[in-house]
């Protein structure tokens, strides 16, 4: 069974056009993530919930919305797209070893190559 | 900003041969982190290394930490075409945002 799985793995589609990828983690994960790669493999965080709450959102375009139904869940929606857009987004989870301990181990999916034409 | 740089940016070398990769960070951590990405899939946990420890192994790989000097080295002993990839380091830090923030990765050629 694959631990974090997201859909579509690939996805090509026009300017202005509103796309949706969707994450699923089924390792019982509180925490959960989207992060974009660029065409530099460069990856930047996104997006983090903890247990359905927003915990981080970076300087994103609030073109990009997240939404989480569940803590196995996290979607990505993003509006009217533009050429920039085009990256790798990648969904992932964790699961916090507690106060203090900090992050034991991120477990990605294996991305959502996304082309804006 | 970015927390993580990794040197080189690539690498190239034969198989068998030692591959050595580097990684500076700015803030204080908890831990780091490194990752493997094969060309066109997703990152894959190695190995995690905590602020307390200076070494830690796991099969060919060793992974130091020098936190006076806010750098880690990854070491792949023997390598193999197989771990042609990229490699990633991450850092969790002790304070404040609860992520992990990666640098911009090695390219990893390992020839047959």
């Known amino acids: 069974d694959t631990a974090v799985s997201q859909t579509p793995k690939y996805l090509v589609t026009q300017m202005g056009n509103d796309k949706s990828i969707k994450c699923e983690q089924n390792?019982?994960?509180?925490?959960m993530y989207w992060y974009k790669q660029d065409s530099k493999k460069f990856l930047k965080i996104m997006f983090s919930?903890?247990?359905?709450?927003?915990?981080i959102n970076e300087t994103v375009p609030n073109r990009f919305s997240p939404k989480s139904p569940d803590k196995a869940h996290l979607n990505l929606h993003i509006n009217s797209l533009e050429l920039g857009d085009s990256a790798v987004y990648f969904c992932?989870?964790?699961?916090?070893?507690?106060?203090?301990?900090?992050?034991?181990?991120?477990?990605f999916g294996e991305g959502s190559w996304l082309t804006v034409v | 900003s970015q927390q993580g740089e990794e040197d080189p940016q690539a690498l190239s070398i034969q198989e068998g041969e030692n591959a050595t990769m580097n990684c500076s960070y700015k803030?204080?951590?908890?831990?780091l982190q490194w990752y493997r990405q094969n060309s066109g899939r997703g990152l894959v946990h190695l190995i995690l290394?905590?602020?307390?420890?200076r070494e830690k192994h796991s099969g060919r790989l060793r992974v130091t930490l020098d936190t006076s000097k806010k750098s880690s080295s990854l070491l792949i002993t023997a390598s193999r075409a197989a771990d042609t990839a990229s490699y990633f380091c991450?850092?969790?830090?002790?304070?404040?945002?609860?992520?992990?923030?990666f640098g911009s990765g090695t390219r990893l050629q390992v020839q047959p």
């Open positions: 919930y903890n247990n359905k709450e927003l915990i």
């Open positions: 390792l019982g994960h509180d925490t």
């Open positions: 992932a989870s964790s699961q916090e070893g507690g106060p203090g301990t900090g992050i034991n181990t991120i477990y």
């Open positions: 290394i905590r602020s307390n420890e």
């Open positions: 803030t204080s951590i908890n831990n």
């Open positions: 991450a850092t969790y830090r002790d304070t404040g945002r609860r992520a992990l923030t």
